[in-house]
């Protein structure tokens, strides 16, 4: 919400995510009850789901923080990537994560997904987790112990309180360049079974790279992208978020 | 009495039922935490995870069966609050017995089974058809413990069945005066809470919590409002039927919450019973229990 | 005991081209030639009781250009394995399935195919395995510089010292 007064005084464009007073007390209250009840996801492929066990029993016991576990992706909130990803398998953490309902946090564990770690010059391993699905927290370590894991799960939930975790409504509106990262590792015909623009239209989470030229070859499922020109994309605003710079080499 | 009076009770009934039932999921927590030594969640966990679940930002539907469902399912749960006595408030439960709520409480499950259908998963398909096997696994034993109570008492409706209990103390309490018809039902009473090792239903590691495989944001807050309902009235009609109801709710809440706690006290030790051996089992035990209870009733 | 052993050597008896080793005490070796390893297979299996197949691997020798093909198979009667080595050239590259007498032999060999490149006439289905998103070429060889593929396909992200000092990455 602008707070510019000059900005207040003639046609002042109605800003989506602007709320009523009310609205925002509501919100603050969904805000800070989303911090304390996470139910936690877990795909264990790499090796760091062994840290796992305590941190969630009786040595650390997650649960004083609100956190469970949970075994479908529909009623998780945080996907927890524990270590290397293949490219077979980031194809199911990217439909996992599709199938999970917002607001979702991912939170990468261990130096695989950071940098590729140890299996930096392997073929079937990706290196960079956050070109293909939006990351909100990264554990470095190899293996991090359970008191990183617990350390990044107090910083995310702050944020989330604060209202400033917003990744995931980044993969609504750059779905197209998301889209672009998943389609050179599994080809250009790559498309995930959810409707992810459809999903963006609905809840208005479009952006101006929503579309693109990696999302044309979507429109052939769903006639009513053309729908789109109705509605306004938002301002590039992205201050929940800064860009993640990715230093190429 | 006149409709404001019943009015009020209407609301005041579920709205108990749904806070004591928070509560109650919050010892079912903690409960668990404390035997694996662990602290546990806060006190306003439950409602936490109840207002987070309402407030997720997407939700995904599979079309009206699923919605219209969840709500018949969570109708059914709180429909079933109304007939339950509580020190004060009666409800409709002079006006209908107990063949009344025994239908109302068969509801949530048929709800929930019509809107899992709906999501065409083939988890959630499994899980209800388990969580049916397993309505047939206690309601047989529990609609004889039913039949017992009812015939030891001469009636079906529950104020006159606790107006029975209380007129001489403690002595003339269903778990004195019937003790073998007692055990079976709460051994269907625990298996109607549906923890370990009668689980079959939800069995996360197994079929992914069954029928709430594919249940997000605010389906999934409706399962966590109705498991308040649920263990609220598991505690309530074991109280009314063999504890003695309640005359003050002083006396009345730690009757329900012990009823509750035993289940809970146990259920963690325990791995999960196959789908035909809860069958059996129930069958065996907790209907053997009751058709004694039963046979000893008829006899006296 | 004595039986199985002389059953061993029965065949081979009837195979005097191999050349066989006793690497330990619960291991043999045998050498044998790509046109009589089915035929050994099958002579094990129905005379000497090898009936489990537990693998096959494949080596890659540039050098003679050449695939090592590796079968080990395991008996349960006299609790001994055999491990069957065979060379067959990079050209053609093609070579006999035995999924006729091992059927678990289909995914081995799928998966060699896919990882080496090796063709098996007769096994059901080499389609890809493990690499369904591969598009380049077999990558077990040892032609293929994983390395340089690496930095071809991926970028990386340079480290920032700042990191260390913001649980969340430096981004949030």
């Not at chain 2, 073998?180 to 370990?196: D, F, N, R, S, T």
Request: one cysteine or more.
């Amino acid at each position: 919400m602008s707070t510019d007064p000059n900005q207040a005084v003639a046609c002042r464009t109605v800003d989506a995510e602007e709320r009523s007073l009310l609205g925002r007390v509501l919100d603050r209250i969904a805000d800070h009850c989303r911090a304390r009840s996470l139910f936690v996801l877990h795909y264990c492929t790499g090796c760091g789901a062994i840290e796992l066990p305590p941190t969630m029993t009786s040595r650390f016991d997650l649960e004083r923080v609100g956190m469970q576990p949970m075994v479908t992706p529909r009623q998780a909130d945080i996907l927890l990537i524990t270590g290397y990803l293949s490219v077979k398998t980031l194809k199911r953490v990217v439909m996992t994560y599709e199938q999970m309902q917002g607001p979702k946090y991912v939170i990468g564990l261990g130096s695989c997904t950071i940098n590729g770690g140890m299996y930096w010059n392997s073929y079937a391993t990706i290196k960079l987790l956050d070109r293909y699905i939006p990351v909100d927290n990264y554990i470095a370590g190899c293996m991090p112990r359970p008191e990183a894991i617990q350390q990044v799960f107090l910083d995310l939930m702050g944020r989330i309180d604060r209202g400033e975790a917003q990744a995931w409504k980044d993969y609504y509106r750059r779905y197209d360049w998301y889209l672009g990262q998943q389609q050179q590792l599994f080809g250009t015909n790559w498309q995930a079974p959810t409707d992810v623009v459809g999903e963006a239209i609905r809840y208005r989470l479009v952006g101006e790279q929503t579309l693109g030229s990696h999302t044309a070859h979507l429109e052939r499922y769903a006639p009513y992208y053309d729908q789109l020109g109705i509605i306004r994309p938002e301002p590039a605003r992205m201050k929940a978020r800064p860009q993640l710079e990715v230093v190429s080499r | 009495m006149d409709f404001t009076h019943l009015f009020v009770e209407l609301v005041l009934m579920p709205l108990i039922a749904f806070l004591v039932g928070l509560v109650m999921v919050l010892m079912l927590r903690k409960v668990r935490a404390k035997i694996e030594r662990r602290i546990g969640p806060p006190l306003l966990q439950p409602l936490y995870d109840i207002v987070k679940l309402y407030s997720k930002k997407t939700q995904v539907s599979h079309g009206p069966m699923h919605e219209i469902a969840m709500m018949v399912a969570l109708g059914g749960v709180i429909a079933m609050e109304v007939f339950l006595p509580v020190p004060g408030l009666n409800g409709l439960a002079e006006k209908g017995d107990l063949i009344v709520l025994i239908y109302l409480m068969m509801i949530p499950s048929l709800g929930l089974a019509l809107g899992v259908g709906a999501c065409a998963n083939p988890n959630g398909s499994i899980g209800i058809s388990r969580a049916l096997t397993a309505m047939v696994a206690y309601d047989i034993p529990l609609m004889i413990v039913v039949a017992g109570v009812a015939l030891f008492h001469g009636t079906t409706s529950l104020p006159e069945i606790i107006a029975a209990q209380q007129a001489g103390g403690m002595s003339t309490w269903g778990i004195v005066q019937t003790p073998v018809l007692a055990l079976g039902g709460l051994i269907a009473a625990y298996a109607m809470l549906g923890k370990e090792p009668f689980e079959i239903y939800v069995a996360p590691a197994e079929i992914a919590t069954g029928p709430m495989v594919e249940m997000s944001g605010k389906f999934m807050g409706t399962l966590f409002v109705m498991q308040c309902f649920q263990l609220y009235a598991v505690g309530v009609l074991y109280t009314t039927l063999f504890l003695g109801g309640g005359e003050y709710w002083i006396s009345f809440l730690p009757k329900i919450f012990a009823v509750v706690f035993i289940p809970l006290a146990m259920t963690n030790v325990f791995p999960r019973y196959k789908t035909e051996d809860v069958l059996k089992w129930m069958w065996k035990w907790a209907g053997g229990f009751a058709l004694a209870g039963l046979a000893l009733v008829v006899m006296k | 005991m004595n039986r199985e052993l002389e059953s061993l050597d029965a065949v081979f008896r009837e195979m005097p081209d191999l050349k066989v080793e006793h690497t330990g005490p619960r291991r043999t070796r045998i050498q044998v030639e790509a046109d009589a390893l089915p035929t050994l297979l099958e002579l094990l299996k129905g005379r000497a009781g090898y009936l489990h197949l537990s693998a096959i691997s494949c080596v890659d020798w540039p050098d003679t250009e050449e695939f090592e093909l590796v079968y080990h198979l395991w008996s349960y009667q006299v609790s001994n394995l055999i491990s069957a080595h065979t060379r067959i050239p990079y050209d053609p590259g093609r070579y006999v399935s035995v999924y006729d007498l091992h059927a678990p032999a289909v995914y081995f060999e799928r998966d060699i195919h896919e990882m080496f490149g090796v063709w098996f006439e007769g096994c059901p289905d080499q389609e890809p395995f493990i690499l369904t998103e591969w598009q380049g070429p077999p990558p077990m060889r040892k032609s293929f510089d994983t390395v340089a593929y690496v930095n071809d396909t991926f970028e990386w992200r340079e480290y920032q010292p700042e990191w260390a000092n913001d649980p969340s990455g430096g981004k949030g």
